[in-house]
């Protein structure tokens, strides 16, 4: 099974960009389509962003189109989320997420995102 850690959330001010980046072991990374999700409090978890195995097909929530952007290395095991032009409700843990070939899910621990003036 895989093993996902995220990094690369902070305090951010409106307009601003941060890239998270998941990082994978224990399997392999290419047989996961991945996928980014966050949580907000008071909120439920939602999807923002996905993408295959081979990084040729991506979808994104409506909430993030033309401001997010989700690439993956399978070389190096890592899925990337760029965020531009943050608003302050995107502030939320993001959480690193690999679907395997059987439909399980496999979770990293969360990033927390805070964009605040």
């Known amino acids: 099974q895989v093993q996902l850690v995220e990094s690369g959330g902070g305090l951010v001010q409106p307009g601003g960009s941060l890239r998270l980046s998941c990082v994978a072991s224990?399997?392999?990374?290419?047989?996961?389509?991945m996928r980014w999700y966050r949580q907000a409090p008071g909120k439920e978890r939602e999807l923002v962003a996905l993408?295959?195995?081979?990084?040729?097909?991506?979808t994104y929530a409506d909430s993030v189109k033309g401001r997010f952007t989700i690439d993956r290395d399978n070389a190096k095991n890592t899925v990337y989320l760029q965020m531009n032009s943050l608003k302050p409700e995107d502030t939320a843990v993001y959480y690193c997420?690999?679907?395997?070939?059987?439909?399980?899910?496999?979770w990293g621990q969360g990033t927390q995102v805070t964009v605040s003036s």
């Open positions: 997420n690999g679907l395997d070939w059987t439909g399980r899910d496999y």
């Open positions: 224990g399997s392999t990374f290419s047989l996961y389509v």
């Open positions: 993408i295959s195995r081979g990084g040729d097909s991506t």
